[in-house]
């Protein structure tokens, strides 16, 4: 069975257009990785009617991996570990979900 991730990023108002541009760059080469069956992201929307509660974060990437290996494998790469070190420390949140299938 794959294994589903939700990882939540969070950037300081300054550094979105590059948090952007990283994360593009970082999906496009992670979706040739061996073991990876989807690698995407998405800005979260934070225009919210009044009274509902503002989403946590400014981007979420959904990740489906054939197995652990392929995790590990990916977080190793060099496109992975450039994109952290893309950003100082503090700049960047990460949170990182795994799904199960109830």
Not at 4 to 16: E, G, R, V, Y
Not at 18 to 28: I, M, P, S
Not at 87 to 98: A, H, K, P, V
Request: net charge negative; proline share 4%.
């Amino acid at each position: 069975m794959s294994i589903k991730l939700i990882a939540t990023l969070t950037f300081p108002a300054d550094q979105q257009d590059k948090a952007r541009d990283a994360l593009a760059e970082l999906v496009e080469k992670s979706q040739s990785d061996k073991g990876c069956l989807q690698y995407e992201f998405f800005a979260i929307d934070k225009n919210v009617a009044e009274g509902e509660p503002v989403p946590e974060g400014d981007f979420v990437v959904l990740e489906e991996w054939w197995d652990e290996d392929a995790i590990e494998a990916h977080v190793a790469t060099e496109h992975f570990q450039g994109f952290l070190s893309t950003f100082g420390e503090g700049e960047i949140s990460l949170n990182i979900q795994r799904l199960l299938t109830p």
